[in-house]
Each structure stands twice: as C-alpha cells, then as structure tokens.
C-alpha cells in the first residue's frame, strides 16, 4: 500500500541538465563510431559494412517497435497497472521517427544493386535464377522502397501520436485523450501486425531471398518484445538509481515486466521451434538451405547452441521465480543477459552467409562492434533527450492511481 | 448490534463450533483482521465475495506452497513424455524381450528420421508438461484447500447468504487456542462488526448426499460401456467389415497408381526421376551381386559380400518357404501345394513346375539361378521384385544345399554322425 503523502510530481520530475549531458555523451560516442567504421568501410568491404549495419539498425529498430506494440497493447486493454511505467516506453518508441532516418543508408545496397546485401537487387542474379523472376512482382527495388516508406511512415505517426496525445495529457488533464489513443491503439496494432511482419520479411528474410518461412514475422516479434521488456527494465532501474519513479514504479510492477520477459522468452523459443520443427521434418532443401549454413559451420553451430541456452533454458529457469522479478537489481542483470542474447539473435539472423559464400566467410567483423556502439550511442540519445523537458510518468493519466496502488495477488 | 449470548459452550444441545463477525465494507474487514491477527489468534479465516486487496497481509498468510506442486507436477509431465516416447519408439522390442508383447514399443522409422530424435519428441513434452502442470495445480489447489467438502457449519447461519453479494465476514474457531466464548465475542463486537453470529457445529452426516452417490454410480456405469464394446470388438469374429466412425484411413485422398494427375504437365500421377538420375541406392552397378553376371558370363561363385554359412542357409530355407516352396515344393521336387492343386482341378495346359534335383538345374551357375529369380523363366514369373537381393541369393545357396541333400553319398557325412543314419 502507498502512503498517501507521495509526491508524484517530484518523483517524475524531469532529468533536466542531467539527460541532456548523457544524451550528448551518446550522441558524441555513437557518432564517433559510425564514423569510424565507415572509415572502416573500403578496409572491410562495403557489402561487409552495410550487413553489419543492418544487423546493429534490426537491432535498436526491434527495440523500439516492441516499445510501440507495448505502449498500444497497454491502452486497447484499458491497463491500469501499466501507466507509471508507459511514459518511458513511450520515449523508447518515440525514437522509432529517428529511425526512420536511419533506416536510409540501408537504401545504398538496394539501389546500387548489390547482391552481397540482397541479392535480390541485382538484374543479373534474377537473370539466371527463375526462382527469383518469379519473385521479383514482390522483390524489386522500386516496390521495396514504397513498403519501407509505408512502414516507416505508420510506426512513425502511431509512435508520435501517442506519446505527444500522452504529452498533452499531463497539461489539460483530460480524460479524452485517453480515449483517443485507446481507439488509436486498436487500429495501431492490427497495422502494426502487419507492417512488423512485412517489415521482417523485407529487410531480413530477402537477406537469402529463396528462402521462406511463414512464421517469421512473428519470430521476429517474439524477439522484439523480449528485447523492449530488458531494455524497460534496465531503464527504470537506470532512472530510479537517478531518483525518479522510486515509489511510482514498485517491486510490483518489476514483477509483471518480469512475468513479461519471462512469458515473451518461452513465446520467442516455442516460435522459434515451430519455425525448426517444420523445417527439420519435411527436410526439402529450399527449406533447409536457412539452417544448413548455421548448422555445418562450427562457430554458427556454436552460436545456435548458445541461442538455444542463452535465449530459452537460462531466462527460462532464471525468471521462473517470483524472487528474482521482485528484486530490481537481479532482474536487471536477467534483463542484460536477454539484451546481449537479443543481440545474438538478430546476428544469427543477419550475418551467415549462405549467398556467394566464397565473398567473405569471416563470421563477425569490427564494424559489427563499431555499429552497435554506435547506432547505440545515438538510440540511447533520443531516448534521454526528451527525459530532461518532460515528466516520466503520465501524472494525469486517469488510471495513474490504480498503477500507484496495483499489487500482485 | 445484536450480540445474542454466547456465553455457552453447548446451546439447544448443539456444540458451539464458531463465532461469526460479519462487517459491511472490506476497509473493515481488513482493519479487523490485522486487529485479530495482533490478538493472537490462529485459527481464524475471513470470507469475502470478491479478492480483497491486502487481506493476505492483514491475515499473515504465508505464501503458498502451491508453485513447487505445480513444479514437480510438471517435471514429472517432461520426464514422462521424453520416457514414453523413448519406449514407444526407440527402445528397441529386441533388447526387451522380458516385457509382454502388449507392452513393448514399435521401432518404427518415421520420416528417415532416427527412432530416438529430440526435435520430434518436443511437442509431446511439452503437452504433457504443460498437461501435468496444470492437473497438478488444480488437485493440488483443491487438496490444500480441504475441498471437495459437502457442508460447513457457516452454511447454517442465514445471515451468511450474503457472503456471495455484498457482505464480509471473519469466522474464529472454537478450537483456537485463545478461544472463549464470552471475551472474543465482546473483542469481535469491538471491532465494528455489524453483527456477530454464533454458529454452531455441522448437523450434516459424514455420508454422502445421495443424488451425488447415484450422479456417480450412473457416470461409472456409463463409462464401462466403450471398454465392454472394446473388449466385445478384440473378443469376437465377425465376417462384416469393420466399423470405422473416421473414414479417412480407409478412403484417403490421394492419387493412386496409373491414375492421371492434372498437376504435372506430363498428366502422371505417378513421377518418374528425372531424365539421368537414379535414386539413392539404386545404382547397382555391381554385376555380381545384382545380376548373378560376371565378365565371362554366369557368375560360379557367391559374390563377395555374400558370405555363406548357417545363417544365410536358414534364412534362404525361410524364403524359400515363402516364395518357392507353393510350386516347387519343400523339397524342391516340383510338387508344391499349387501343383498338387492344378493336378486336382485338371487344369488344361498345366506344366508341372522343374524338379530342383534333375541334371539340368544341378549344372546351372549360381549367377543363373540368382537370374531366374530376379527375372523368371519360362512360365516362372519373376520375383525380383519382391525380394530383395541379399534374399535371393540366400535361397539360391539354399537351393544348392537341397540339391545336395539329394544326391549325397556316406562319404559326405561327417564320420561322427553316420552312426545317426543307420
């Protein structure tokens, strides 16, 4: 139970100064990173840079969509619990506009037509493959371009609608806008369904464009979703070691961010297993050609191997308890371990090299390190900046007392 | 407040078992329940119509044990499946022969996949892990609870109707410790209750309520019927086809031979490989062992990897009885059933199948005895088809051993058993 003397506005009081210094520090960091590795770039090989890019970006672009599909969930259920924990995930979708912009060098490849990236892209490839004639109604540049425009164009305006109607809230205090963005919500997420999906089989799956499989746009959300609940976690303990939400965000609601994780981890494996299952089955080799690659080569068994451990078995029996997803400090170190294991996923998913294998068979290069530093740097700098103006918790939302008091049963 | 007297332990000749607080918020349900838990107080419980929020804490409930219930009700489902699913399919009925017949697994190779293989073992684990959890959650709420039960003493109060719309109440045993009639009645009255009750121990029998007996005796009487019918179906014959509720076994969509298909562009239901390729295994370039054909014609000798000993002679004698012996006969005379059979209904034209022992078949090679059952001879029809290579040469040693069964002198018997022949 919560005294009755707590003073939300203190505890939600913004950063100030504070989050603009660290958002200039990542802001500095990231793009000393991005530029070093594109210095890196001739030294690797452009193809070699633009799939380390799309590796790190699918990573923080994960991270910011499971922020939206969150953020929209929570209002077309009508969460009480949720609402002192929103206004971060909000700002965490908020970046996803930013990574839009981002999203525009992966536009390199495409149009310069080069197969190492998507081979797809090149008129010579589909030339002498048939498979891929026939694919190219879908896979052609021109129609590529219009989807990413048409995905990013709905995650940006869902993201930005709903954080600025949330905004706008803590000043007019009127309930209205709760029910707006709870309208909102319910459209935003059947387009986000779809758009995620499309989204994961445009920018990932086309990465071996004669492969297919029909789960893998909601393999690539399980994946999202794991990875947002870490990084709110992390978040929060971040900002209440800053002295905020120190008593509007209560064991309790670590706890449910736990159960979260801990439901997303197995919903990410059975996913995941279902999509192998299958496969593994009918054994036909334009199906096995994803796994072949990862299950020949010594280091990506390895990594596969460690996938299964890393992102199923140790999250599984570790989250299990209530103990540790009521502890802040353990479950952020849970909540670390699926960030890195997240990061594992999407290189499992981006970087083997089934095409043109003879181009480069080195299995991680330094700009995969530079890029995640970097895109890093400058995802952790939108989602700081906007701490220093605004309040971080709804502190008019109508159902902010009910997340105050909520307890497990 | 109507506080009634309580001051007796026994009144009306019935045993106080209780005393009943009923309040008319749950603020002062949970105010009175710290109030009791500070008094002291163990055996005590409240009933509500809802959950009520911090009642749990108010009451000093310890967490329930229930979690590790459901752990090891699910470990036991993981453990089964993965067990099961090793007994059923990959633990060979070889290496168990002790089991019954009935008990025994299948070792059947599904997919080409290898009998024991994790990936497919998966959903049912996870079924019956989920499966054993969840039964072991609901039997284990209800054990800890005390439940099934029939009848409470509350039940005999009229006031407590109303603990399923708007009412909350808080019940102290008489057995408590603490317990006495007169002081906890003037403590509950204390605490803001509305009213307080004296209830009094259950008049109702230890016996089970009749309708309930009969429910049960009926659903057990009904539930023998599938095994009886079971049981009628495995013990008795019938000319009739059987009955089957899902047809799908026996009228399955699918193409069958020579039948046109309309999705190929060629109209084959039946594929052919294509022009140039052979199918795993089915090379057979070696001449000796799939044709009976050496370089200078009929091989004379078994080929290599056919290794001739008792073993190969018995299992020859088992095919030879399966596939040769209808014509030939077991000896190999040339009087086999279906002979005897067409000699019988004086079938016209009928030629009566080669003796094994005369001249001719006792000088044919090997390799062309191995020819004449791949691929027939004469009014023979070929069996090539049917068994497999390793078998056809089995029955041609075992032809051999008839034929010099036949036309065996002393001499060839070993001195030690001659003795049996006299």
């Known amino acids: 139970m919560q005294s009755p003397t707590l003073d939300i506005d203190a505890e939600a009081r913004p950063l100030g100064a504070a989050a603009t210094r660290v958002a200039g520090a990542a802001l500095l960091l990231g793009l000393l990173a991005v530029g070093g590795s594109v210095a890196l770039g001739p030294r690797v090989g452009w193809s070699v840079f633009f799939r380390s890019y799309l590796l790190n970006y699918s990573y923080f672009l994960s991270l910011a969509l499971g922020a939206l599909f969150f953020v929209m969930l929570q209002h077309v259920v009508r969460a009480g619990w949720s609402v002192s924990v929103r206004r971060v995930a909000e700002l965490v979708a908020g970046t996803l506009p930013w990574l839009a912009v981002l999203f525009l060098p992966l536009l390199v490849p495409v149009l310069k037509h080069w197969p190492d990236v998507y081979p797809w892209t090149d008129p010579t490839v589909v030339q002498h493959d048939p498979r891929l004639e026939a694919k190219a109604v879908y896979l052609n540049v021109p129609f590529f371009v219009i989807r990413c425009a048409v995905y990013f164009i709905v995650w940006s305006w869902l993201a930005l609608a709903s954080l600025r109607e949330s905004l706008r809230q803590d000043d007019t205090e009127d309930v209205r806008h709760t029910q707006r963005a709870e309208r909102r919500s319910a459209v935003g997420l059947v387009l986000f369904g779809l758009t995620v999906t499309f989204f994961a089989i445009d920018a990932l799956m086309s990465l071996h464009p004669h492969w297919y499989s029909t789960i893998w746009g909601v393999y690539f959300f399980a994946g999202s979703a794991v990875g947002f609940y870490a990084l709110l976690i992390l978040l929060l303990v971040v900002l209440r070691r800053a002295g905020r939400l120190t008593r509007a965000v209560s064991s309790e609601h670590f706890h449910d961010l736990g159960k979260l994780a801990f439901g997303f981890v197995v919903f990410w494996a059975y996913v995941a297993f279902s999509q192998y299952l299958l496969i593994w089955y009918a054994n036909l080799p334009e199906e096995t050609v994803w796994y072949r690659p990862r299950q020949s080569d010594r280091w990506w068994v390895a990594v596969s191997l460690l996938l299964l451990v890393g992102h199923f078995v140790v999250p599984l029996l570790a989250l299990m308890s209530r103990y540790p997803k009521r502890r802040p400090r353990m479950l952020a170190a849970a909540a670390a371990w699926l960030l890195a294991m997240h990061w594992l996923d999407m290189y499992y998913i981006v970087k083997p090299r089934p095409w043109l294998e003879a181009v480069n068979s080195a299995p991680i290069h330094a700009t995969d390190a530079l890029l995640l530093v970097g895109l890093g740097g400058l995802f952790f700098a939108a989602i700081f900046r906007p701490m220093a103006r605004w309040s971080l918790l709804p502190r008019r939302d109508p159902r902010l007392v009910e997340s105050l008091s909520y307890e497990n049963v | ?422």
């Open chain 2, 1 to 422: 407040m109507d506080v009634v007297a309580y001051t007796s332990a026994v009144a009306n000749g019935r045993r106080l078992a209780a005393l009943l607080a009923e309040f008319s918020s749950p603020g002062a349900l949970v105010t009175a329940a710290e109030q009791v838990r500070d008094a002291g107080y163990t055996h005590w419980d409240t009933h509500t119509p809802f959950p009520v929020h911090g009642i749990d804490a108010a009451m000093d409930i310890r967490r329930t044990r229930l979690p590790w219930v459901v752990v090891i009700g699910g470990t036991l489902g993981c453990v089964a499946g993965l067990l099961m699913q090793w007994w059923m399919n990959a633990a060979s009925p070889e290496q168990f022969r002790w089991v019954p017949t009935f008990l025994q697994g299948y070792d059947f190779v599904i997919s080409g996949k290898p009998t024991f293989s994790l990936p497919a073992n998966i959903p049912v684990i996870f079924e019956l892990t989920v499966l054993l959890a969840a039964l072991a959650t609901v039997i284990g709420m209800l054990a800890m609870n005390n439940l099934p039960r029939y009848h409470d003493a509350l039940f005999g109060v009229p006031r407590f109707r109303r603990v399923t719309t708007d009412r909350f109440f808080l019940r102290i045993d008489a057995h408590d410790p603490r317990f006495d009639p007169q002081r906890t009645a003037e403590f509950l009255s204390g605490l803001g209750a509305v009213a307080i009750e004296r209830v009094e121990a259950a008049q109702s029998p230890a016996r089970w309520p009749a309708a309930l007996v009969v429910t049960l005796v009926v659903l057990a009487g009904l539930a023998l019927f599938p095994p009886l019918v079971a049981a009628k179906a495995r013990l008795s014959k019938s000319p009739k086809p059987r009955i089957a509720l899902i047809q799908d076994m026996d009228n399955q969509e699918r193409y069958k031979a020579q039948q046109a298909n309309p999705a190929f562009r060629d109209g084959r239901a039946m594929r052919v490989p294509p022009a140039g390729t052979l199918a795993r295994g089915e090379l057979r370039d070696d001449r000796h062992y799939y044709r009976g054909q050496v370089a200078e014609g009929w091989a004379l000798t078994f080929p290599p990897q056919v290794r001739v000993d008792a073993a190969l002679l018995a299992r020859g004698q088992e095919c030879f009885g399966i596939y040769c012996a209808p014509c030939h006969g077991l000896g190999g005379a040339g009087d086999g059933l279906v002979h005897q059979r067409a000699l019988q209904r004086d079938t016209p034209g009928w030629v009566q199948p080669t003796s094994l022992h005369d001249p001719v078949a006792r000088s044919r090679p090997v390799g062309h005895l191995f020819n004449t059952i791949t691929n027939g001879i004469r009014s023979m029809p070929p069996y090539g088809d049917q068994i497999p290579p390793a078998d056809r040469w089995a029955i041609v040693a075992y032809v051999r051993a008839l034929q010099l069964s036949q036309d065996a002198r002393l001499e060839d018997v070993p001195p030690e058993r001659r003795a049996e022949l006299r």
